[in-house]
C-alpha cells in the first residue's frame, strides 16, 4: 500500500468519498425520477393507442428524450456548465454535478419508466375503464402499481448508470471516488489509490443492485405463479 | 333496458375499411339474460365493447334507459360505465392487488368510503363463494376462482347490466358451468340483466333467455331462446343450433317432417305412438333434444314412408299431440 492510499484511509478521505459518491448518486436518481417519471407518463399515456392520445405532445417530447439520449456525457456535461451556473450558482462542485447528473439521467429514466408502464396489460387498464375510470385515476390506481416490481428493476438499472456517470461528473471536483481516483490515483501515478476507488464503485453497485432485485422481488405479487411456471419448464 | 340503434363500427385498415359492425339494431330488455352468438370474427366483441363505449361506434347509438351514451359527456359516461359491469375473458384483475382489494376498486374510483368499500367487498366475495380467498393474490388463484373475483369487482358498484365478453371461454367445463351457474344466480337474486357473447352454443342453452345471432358483422336473428331455438329462420343460425340436422335433410326419399319440442312434451312416446296407434313407419333421420332454462327442447326430423293418406293421418296425429312440426323440404 502506498503513502498517498494508507493516509487517504487515516485522514477519512476515503470514507468521505464514498459517502459522497452514495449520497450524490441516491440524490440524483431521485431527482432524475421527479422530472423522468411524470415525462416516461405522459410518453406512455399520450402515444398513439395510449389513455390519452396527444401524438404532437408525444412526438416532441420523444424528440427532446433522444436529443439527450444521444449526446454522450462527457460532452453534454462541457456544454450544460452555464445550465449548471444558473440553475445552483456554481459550475463546478457537488451541487453543479448533482445538475449534471439529473439532466443526463431523467430522459433515460422517463424511457424506462415508459417501457415499465408498456408492460402492463393492455385489459387490465381497459377493465379499469370499463368501471368508469378517468386517465389520471388508471396511471395512479393501474399503470403505477402494477408497473411497480419493474419500474423497482429499472430504479436499479437507473441508479447504476447515474453511479457510473457520478465517476466522469467528479471531474468538476464533485467529489466522490471518482475525484479521488483522479485526483490522488491517477495525477499522483498511485495505481492501488485508483484500484481501491474501484473496489468500493463494485461494493456500492453489488448493494444496489442486489438490494434494489430483492426489494423489487419482495413487492412483486406476480412471483408465486412465476415460480411455478418455472418448476414445470424444469420438469420437462 | 340497453337499446342499440344502427349500430356500425367501422375500422380503417390499410386496404381501406373492416366492417365489424353493421346496422345493428338490438334491445336488452331489463332482468334478461342475453346471448349474443356468432363464429370468430361475427363482430361479437366489438359488439359487446361498444356497449360500454370501449370502443367507440363509428354510426348509431347506445340507449342506456333512453339516455344516449354516444353523446354523453367524459363525466357522465363515466358514471353511466359504472351501472354496466364487464368481465373478460382474461380476467383482468389487477395483479398487484388481493381478490378483496381488486373487488373494492371500482369503489376507490368512485371515493366510496372505506369502511363502507370494505364490507362491500366482504359482501360480494362471500356472494360468488370465495370469502376464504379474500386476501389471495390473483397468481394463487386458479382461472375459476379469478373469474368470481373478476365477477364481484363488476358487481360492486350495483351495476343493473352485466357485460360478459366471452367469460367461460377460458375455462375448463365444470369450471364454465359453475360460473354460468353463478351468473343465473346473479340475474335471479340481484335482477341483473346479464349480456353473454360466446360462440359457444351450451352457454346460451345453460342460461340465456334471449340469444341473437351474429353474422358478418350483421344480426341474423334475435329473439327469445325457445323461439330461436325451434324455429331457427337464418342459414347461421341454423348452422350454429342444429347443425346435424341440415346434414340429414340432405338425403332424397319421401316427405320429411321437423317436428319440434317445446318444453314438456318430449316425454311422450309420440313417435312410438305413431308407429303403433296409426301404423306409419316414421323413419327417424335425426334427433337431438336438450334441457334449456329447465324445459325440455328438442328438435327430431322423421321422413314419412307412407302413402299420401297415410302421411296425412301422421301429420294429424302429431297435431292431436300438441307437437309443432314443419315441413322439411
Known amino acids: 500500500m502506498s503513502d498517498v492510499l494508507i493516509s487517504l484511509f487515516r485522514d477519512n478521505t476515503m470514507w468521505l468519498g464514498i459517502w459522497q459518491t452514495v449520497y450524490l448518486t441516491v440524490l440524483s436518481t431521485a431527482l432524475a425520477y421527479a422530472i423522468g417519471l411524470p415525462l416516461g407518463v405522459l410518453l406512455c399515456t399520450t402515444g398513439r393507442g395510449g389513455l390519452a392520445p396527444v401524438p404532437w405532445l408525444n412526438k416532441l417530447l420523444g424528440a427532446i428524450v433522444n436529443i439527450f439520449r444521444s449526446i454522450p456525457f462527457l460532452i453534454l456535461m462541457v456544454a450544460f456548465l ?11 462542485g457537488p451541487a453543479a454535478m448533482v445538475v449534471m447528473l439529473v439532466i443526463a439521467a431523467a430522459p ?50 437507473g441508479m447504476v ?43 456500492i453497485v453489488q448493494v444496489i443492485q442486489e438490494g434494489g432485485m430483492f426489494l ?12 411455478g411456471r418455472a418448476k414445470k419448464c424444469g420438469r420437462k | 333496458m340497453i337499446e342499440l340503434k344502427n349500430l356500425t363500427k367501422i375500422y380503417p385498415s390499410k386496404t381501406g375499411e373492416t366492417v365489424a359492425l353493421e346496422d345493428v339494431d338490438l334491445s336488452i330488455p331489463d332482468g334478461s339474460i342475453y346471448g349474443v352468438i356468432g363464429l370468430s370474427g361475427a363482430g361479437k366483441s366489438t359488439l359487446v365493447r361498444c356497449i360500454d363505449l ?18 354523453a359527456k367524459k363525466k357522465r359516461l363515466s358514471e353511466l360505465r359504472r ?10 384483475l389487477l395483479e398487484q392487488r388481493t381478490a378483496a382489494a381488486n373487488v373494492r376498486f371500482p369503489l376507490e374510483l368512485n371515493k366510496t368510503p372505506r369502511g363502507e368499500a370494505k364490507q362491500r367487498a366482504e359482501e360480494l366475495l362471500s356472494l360468488v363463494g370465495l370469502s376464504e380467498k379474500a386476501e389471495a393474490y390473483p397468481s394463487q388463484l386458479s382461472g375459476g376462482q379469478k373469474q368470481r373475483v373478476a365477477i364481484a369487482r363488476a358487481l360492486a358498484t350495483r351495476p343493473k347490466y352485466l357485460l360478459c365478453d366471452e367469460a367461460t371461454s377460458a375455462l375448463d367445463p365444470t369450471t364454465t358451468e359453475s360460473i354460468l351457474q353463478l351468473l343465473k344466480k346473479i340475474n335471479r337474486e340481484l335482477g341483473v340483466a346479464i349480456v353473454v357473447i360466446t360462440h359457444e352454443m351450451k352457454v346460451v342453452e345453460r ?87 329447465g324445459k325440455t327442447f328438442g328438435h327430431m326430423v322423421i321422413e314419412l314412408t307412407g302413402d299420401q293418406k297415410q302421411n296425412a293421418a301422421a301429420r294429424e296425429y302429431l297435431a292431436a299431440h300438441d307437437v309443432i312440426f314443419k315441413e322439411e323440404l
Open chain 1, 216 to 227: 423489487a422481488a419482495r413487492t412483486d405479487k406476480r412471483l408465486r405463479a412465476k415460480a
Open chain 1, 108 to 157: 433515460y429514466v422517463a424511457r424506462m419508466v415508459e417501457s415499465s408502464l408498456k408492460e402492463v396489460d393492455a385489459g387490465v387498464v381497459e377493465a379499469a375503464k370499463s368501471m368508469g375510470a378517468n386517465p389520471f385515476q388508471i396511471v395512479w390506481k393501474v399503470y403505477l402499481p402494477e408497473a411497480k416490481p419493474s419500474l423497482l428493476v429499472g430504479a436499479v438499472i
Open chain 2, 207 to 293: 342460461i340465456c333467455t334471449h340469444v341473437a345471432v351474429l353474422d358478418r358483422s350483421r344480426i341474423a336473428e334475435a329473439g327469445r331462446v325457445e323461439d330461436v331455438f325451434s324455429f331457427p329462420q337464418s342459414e347461421i343460425a341454423k348452422q350454429l343450433i342444429i347443425p346435424n340436422l341440415i346434414r340429414s335433410l340432405a338425403g332424397s326419399g319421401g316427405s320429411k317432417l321437423r317436428l319440434v319440442f317445446r318444453g314438456g312434451g318430449s316425454g311422450e312416446p309420440v313417435i312410438s305412438g305413431l308407429a303403433i296407434e296409426c301404423g306409419i313407419p316414421a323413419n327417424i333421420l335425426f334427433a337431438d333434444t336438450r334441457r334449456i332454462d
Open chain 1, 82 to 92: 452555464p445550465v449548471a451556473k444558473a440553475i445552483v450558482g456554481k459550475s463546478y
Open chain 2, 83 to 92: 351501472s354496466i359491469g364487464m368481465i373478460f375473458q382474461n380476467f383482468n
Open chain 1, 161 to 203: 448508470t447515474v453511479l457510473g456517470y457520478s465517476a466522469m461528473a467528479s471531474t468538476i471536483n464533485g467529489g466522490g471516488l471518482g475525484q479521488i481516483a483522479i485526483f490522488y490515483g491517477y495525477n499522483n501515478f498511485k495505481d492501488d489509490v485508483i484500484w481501491m476507488c474501484v473496489f468500493f464503485t463494485v461494493i
Open chain 2, 54 to 71: 370501449l370502443e367507440k361506434p363509428t354510426r348509431g347509438q347506445v340507449l342506456l334507459d333512453g339516455e344516449d351514451m354516444t353523446a
